[in-house]
């Protein structure tokens, strides 16, 4: 089965920190990887994509990266600040015999920034 | 540029009632999806529509169906309507119908089953 998963569940900072967020795939044969943000209430705001071939990307302070052959991804926030709080969500589209138009997502990492 | 725009943003039903939820997509995206988010599965993948054609569903029953017009805007409509159908519905669109491309949310419709 085809499965994302995200830990910790949940993270709290201070400001200011460099932080780690992980997300781990159960199959390799994808086409891409994106990195969503949610805020409370809201729809979601893409954040980043990689694509299969690529191993990672940068925009401002995140960085995304992706490691196919272990089934992982990360995203590296720099300089935290109270305004990055909300939940990050990983969302992988997996080959699927034939055409897959989904978006696979994991439950998120709840993410605070304390100021 | 408008992003993808979601309507009704709030609706409360009764059970047994029927809804329907409108998508207008990026302007000049022709791929629509469609999701639903709870707290306890998280999102989950209800269908996916290019060029008016349902390419994708997923596991949900049939009380659950879609359409996309020719312009590309799309509609969901859930019927006979069921408590645990409380939830934030979400579109997003893409720009073409290839499996590689990103896709973009609009806010969702916050749907409250009574």
């Known amino acids: 089965k085809q499965e994302v998963t995200q830990i910790p569940a949940a993270l709290s900072v201070p400001e200011g920190e460099n932080l780690v967020l992980n997300c781990s795939f159960t199959?390799?044969?994808?086409?891409?990887l994106q990195w969503f943000r949610q805020d409370p209430g809201k729809g979601l705001t893409s954040l980043l994509l990689?694509?299969?071939?690529?191993r990672e990307q940068t925009s401002g302070r995140l960085n995304a990266s992706l490691d196919k052959s272990s089934g992982r991804s990360t995203l590296y926030i720099a300089a935290s600040q109270p305004g990055d709080s909300a939940t990050y969500l990983c969302?992988?589209?997996?080959?699927?015999?034939?055409?897959?138009?989904?978006?696979?997502f994991g439950k998120g990492t709840l993410l605070t920034v304390n100021p | 540029k408008a992003g993808v725009t979601q309507t009704p943003r709030y609706l409360i039903k009764t059970r047994g009632q029927q809804v329907t939820l409108s998508c207008s997509p990026i302007?000049?995206?022709?791929?629509v999806s469609w999701y639903q988010q709870t707290p306890g599965q998280g999102l989950q993948f209800l269908f996916e529509?290019?060029?008016?054609?349902?390419?994708n569903k997923g596991n949900f029953p049939g009380r659950f169906s879609g359409r996309q017009f020719s312009n590309s805007r799309s509609e969901m409509n859930v019927s006979t309507l069921e408590l645990g159908d409380s939830a934030l519905y979400l579109c997003?669109?893409?720009?073409?119908?290839?499996?590689?491309?990103?896709?973009?949310f609009g806010q969702g419709t916050r749907l409250t089953v009574v």
């Open positions: 199959d390799s044969a994808i086409y891409n």
């Open positions: 990689i694509q299969s071939s690529q």
């Open positions: 997003a669109s893409s720009l073409t119908g290839r499996m590689n491309t990103e896709a973009f």
């Open positions: 302007s000049g995206h022709r791929s």
């Open positions: 529509y290019f060029s008016e054609t349902q390419r």
């Open positions: 969302a992988v589209r997996f080959f699927s015999g034939g055409s897959n138009y989904k978006l696979t």
